[in-house]
């Protein structure tokens, strides 16, 4: 194919240069960037002899002289390209009006029927309309009358109780009763009764291994079974995660002498057993619950809802216990239980106008604590010494006062407890010094091994499992074991424990050990509750954890260690008490513990809002800030703000901050609005299958994982799988690409193995895909449920336009590369200035053929990281940004795309270039407004098809000269 730009230029085509290597791209962070190019002289130092003020005039004045040779950079379209955007813009001219109803259609009553007469799929507008004028009271009321399922019929309560009778002789229901009788819930069981009887909203709070999870549900369903109400009987209980929804499901059906699909059943995403209509037991995650909500407001369809392990405060769960204030007094017949941990079970009772409480004590075997006082007393460890605060302190005036402010708090805590410990004579003078050290609160991994040695040295068998804050720490210390020499294969067995490893490695860790070996996990705090490990007898908490943290003021997502809070350290310590007694070593003070904090921030103090306020709207609650206001820890109003900007960057909400007919759609997708807005895109470029498979991966988890000592083997695969397109997303799609053509081959197994894949996160990610693919078939935006059908598929091996489709979903997440380093690569965001890109993406110390990165997500750890990135040219930008505009400065014309994205252009060629956009974004208006197919033969099909064509072209076919980036190849 011909070049569809041409150069236009005063230099001639032989001044062309690669894009640095190593060197930082010509804009700076103070100003708008026009290319991202370097010099011929980038790399080499000013001259000798300059001092001072002389070297800043020496790079000023090269950076002027740069700046002035790339004045003459200009987008031209070629003359080919011009007159077929002409002739496709000429065909298109009024093409949208003639499909739109007239506006002066006189079949509309109301100011908000007015504003959208242009809309004439009536099943569609009909839909859209309801969602934006209704509102939750008016749905209730609505769904009230309604007729409901669990009407009585006397011969189904006679029917399951007879059936619950005769289950009573089984033997294999008595065996189990006998279990059940011995756990102390079973103990309370005609109290939680009668509470459920006289009241509609109660809390029951409990130890771990109380029992109330699997009891609770049981109780309430014989209790009405024996009164003849079994018809009249559905209990949904849900759970916060896939796991335990399912499992807990098989345990109550063993319990009961059933299989799953009688009494009991499960619904997740993607995989369901439902029970019998009535009479039952349905376990489910919190998201579904909220699905359940959207179809019947008024749960009609269930007399009682329990909400398991609300303790944890995830979003979901915090914004059904708001929902259900609302919903309790329109059905005084639902009964609502919430059950949690001991943590701050009171809170909850007064959200709900002080509802009853009962408790239920655990039981655990005693688990003796020890502190770092205690453990720098037993390895006599020694930490390095503190280092004196910086003379030049007016040179680094902000550090210097970030470690005198530290210091200060870290001896306002310690010099009390310090002078008390000296009083009791309980310690020697060389822990005291080494307590009174400030680098005593810094997480010290040779202590950490110097402890575990102590354990295996002086303490009988069992497991130790040592809690670490992330990953990489995880790495370090398991190094540091292995480098000792002190830990051989024949005496110990080290796992190591985190998210991203397959479940095929977690489940090792449950394996007992042979006789005369010792088990040592290292993990994150997965193993707080997610994970019991029953042979645990030692538990080693270095006292810090990574949450997951939306800076406001930032608008950043954070990821740091931090101490963990009261609430985590009980559950690190519960830990090792559940078979026998056990010890806890605790790597902080005990005046440090006194200053924790009781609880962890709830999710939606930590998280941004996006997908709340969507769900908002399709729930009609109204103003997003009024409904917030009503959780139990409302979030902050700049974060409520930054989300509705975003929203309305999406064109998902408008100016009034009701739902656009974009923002109804992505409302009805289970996702996050970028990754649904990709879906949408996909469906109507017709590249189906890899777009689908991204932002499964992107929504739920990514597949690869990265075995230790293994880490250049997985990068290599992972770079395999990317196919030379400098993406990560590029390598998520082609990972389930290459896994379904494995399974059906099956060999699915092998190839996970080789390639450090999870098998059963690819077969999730694969399933996902379809579901996405029903959702936007029932939207009309696809003909099949089939997210590999040929038809929703012609242009999936187009990976420029993958590429560009994934940045048209995450702009404006736009970074440009500065330089690499033998630490990683740089690049620059207008908030933040210089970020990092992660060492986990491929594009991490390589040389990319443009300096432009999309990216998933941004986070401050260490460093700020980009995560998840893809290189993407100027067209991709120019295809991805939701609006263009035209500017003229100093006799020279912009087309800009954003307050930090420009590029100087022919006039021309710009105005063509905006006028095809403007009429592609008509295209979507009425695609979104209209769901339906593309028609490939009609003006909709020659506009997608010019834009698919212009997002292909190299660079420097646009007009840009190797100085602005290195050449495609």
């Not at 997480?443 to 102590?454: D, G, R, V």
Request: glycine residues 4%; positive net charge.
């Amino acid at each position: 194919m011909s070049h569809l730009f041409q150069r236009f230029s005063t230099r001639g085509m032989n001044s062309r240069r690669k894009y640095g290597e190593g060197g930082e791209a010509s804009h700076s962070e103070g100003s708008h960037f026009v290319h991202s190019g370097r010099s011929r002289g980038r790399g080499q130092r000013h001259p000798p002899g300059l001092k001072g003020r002389e070297i800043g005039l020496y790079y000023k004045g090269k950076a002027q002289a740069k700046n002035k040779e790339m004045e003459t950079d200009v987008i031209k379209l070629s003359p080919n390209i011009q007159r077929r955007i002409e002739t496709v813009l000429e065909n298109s001219k009024g093409y949208y009006n003639k499909l739109y109803r007239s506006a002066s259609a006189q079949d509309t009553d109301d100011l908000l029927e007015n504003k959208y007469v242009h809309i004439h799929d009536s099943q569609f507008k009909r839909k859209f309309i309801n969602i934006i004028s209704g509102s939750i009271q008016d749905n209730l009321a609505k769904m009230l009358l309604a007729k409901s399922r669990l009407e009585r019929n006397p011969e189904l309560d006679t029917k399951f109780l007879n059936e619950y009778k005769q289950k009573q002789s089984y033997t294999e229901y008595e065996n189990m009763l006998k279990f059940r009788k011995k756990l102390p819930c079973y103990q309370k069981r005609s109290e939680i009764l009668e509470l459920i009887r006289e009241n509609q909203v109660v809390v029951i709070s409990g130890e771990t291994g109380c029992g109330k999870t699997t009891q609770i549900p049981q109780f309430i369903l014989d209790d009405q079974l024996e009164q003849g109400n079994g018809s009249v009987t559905r209990i949904i209980c849900t759970q916060p995660r896939r796991i335990s929804a399912m499992s807990v499901a098989e345990r109550v059906a063993d319990e009961r002498a059933e299989r799953l699909g009688k009494s009991v059943g499960y619904q997740i995403r993607l995989e369901k057993v439902f029970p019998r209509d009535r009479g039952s037991i349905l376990f489910c995650t919190t998201g579904m619950l909220l699905q359940f909500i959207q179809n019947d407001p008024a749960l009609k369809e269930f007399s009682h809802i329990v909400l398991d392990e609300i303790h944890e405060r995830s979003t979901e769960s915090d914004f059904i216990l708001a929902l259900l204030k609302l919903i309790i007094p329109k059905r005084p017949d639902l009964k609502v239980l919430l059950m949690s941990a001991t943590l701050n079970s009171e809170r909850f009772s007064k959200y709900y106008d002080n509802c009853p409480m009962i408790h239920i004590p655990g039981f655990t075997f005693p688990v003796e604590e020890f502190y770092l006082e205690d453990i720098l007393m037993f390895t006599q460890f020694k930490f390095p010494p503190s280092a004196p605060l910086p003379q030049d302190y007016k040179k680094h005036i902000k550090r210097f006062k970030e470690l005198q402010h530290a210091r200060g708090e870290f001896h306002d805590i310690l010099d009390p407890y310090i002078r008390e410990l000296i009083a009791e004579k309980k310690f020697s003078r060389e822990v005291i010094d080494q307590l009174r050290n400030p680098n005593s609160e810094k997480m010290s991994l040779e202590l950490i091994e110097q402890l575990i040695m102590y354990i295996c040295k002086t303490k009988d068998a069992g497991a130790i499992l040592v809690f670490l804050p992330g990953m990489m720490d995880i790495i370090k210390l398991r190094r540091i074991m292995m480098e000792s020499g002190r830990y051989p294969q024949s005496r110990y067995i080290i796992y190591p424990l985190h998210s991203r490893m397959p479940s095929v490695e977690q489940k090792l860790i449950f394996q007992e050990p042979p006789n005369g070996v010792r088990k040592i996990i290292i993990a994150t705090s997965i193993a707080e509750t997610s994970i019991t490990i029953e042979d645990v007898v030692y538990v080693v908490d270095c006292g810090k954890t990574k949450f997951s943290k939306f800076d406001v003021e930032k608008n950043i997502q954070t990821l740091e260690p931090e101490w963990v809070t009261a609430a985590n350290a009980k559950q690190r310590r519960g830990r090792a008490g559940r078979v026998k007694p056990g010890i806890c070593y605790h790597l902080y003070s005990k005046a440090r513990e006194m200053t924790l904090d009781q609880y962890p921030l709830p999710e939606m103090l930590r998280t941004r809002l996006e997908e709340v306020i969507l769900k908002i709207k399709i729930l009609q609650l109204g103003n997003a800030t009024a409904f917030l206001a009503s959780v139990m820890d409302p979030p902050d109003l700049k974060t409520i703000d930054l989300s509705l900007e975003l929203l309305r960057t999406l064109n998902a909400l408008n100016n009034e901050e009701h739902l656009t007919p974009l923002g109804y759609h992505l409302a009805q997708l289970p996702l996050d609005p970028r990754t649904g807005k990709m879906l949408i895109w996909a469906s109507l470029f017709s590249c189906v299958a890899p777009i689908f498979a991204i932002a499964a991966s992107l929504s739920f988890k990514d597949a690869f994982y990265c075995p230790l000592g293994k880490e250049d083997q997985a990068r290599e695969k992972k770079l395999e799988l990317s196919m030379g397109q400098y993406s990560d997303h590029v390598a998520l799609a082609e990972a389930v690409t290459r896994f379904e053509a494995a399974y059906k081959r099956g060999y699915a197994g092998s190839f996970c193995s080789e390639y450090f894949l999870s098998f059963n996160t690819l077969k999730l990610l694969s399933e996902m895909k379809g579901q996405f693919a029903q959702h936007l078939c029932e939207m009309k935006f696809l003909e099949t449920d089939n997210p590999n059908a040929s038809n929703a598929n012609r242009n999936s091996r187009n990976m420029t336009l993958v590429k560009a489709i994934v940045c048209a979903g995450l702009y404006p997440n736009i970074a440009s590369v500065r330089r690499i380093t033998k630490n990683g690569t740089q690049a620059w965001t207008p908030e933040d200035g210089k970020v990092c890109i992660h060492p986990s993406s491929v594009n991490d110390k390589i040389k990319c053929p443009s300096p432009f990165l999309t990216y998933f997500t941004k986070q401050k750890s260490t460093a700020i990281y980009l995560h998840d990135t893809t290189c993407v040219t100027s067209p991709i930008l120019l295809f991805a940004a939701p609006k263009l505009s035209i500017t003229k400065e100093k006799a020279r014309f912009f087309i800009s795309l954003s307050n930090f994205q420009k590029f100087i252009c022919e006039l021309q060629s710009a105005q063509l270039i905006q006028e095809l956009q403007e009429q592609f974004n008509n295209l979507l208006e009425y695609k979104i407004t209209h769901p339906g197919t593309v028609a490939w033969n009609s003006v909709e099909g020659d506009l997608i098809n010019i834009f698919i064509d212009l997002i292909c072209q190299k660079d420097e076919d646009m007009g840009f000269t190797g100085s602005d980036m290195q050449r495609y190849h």
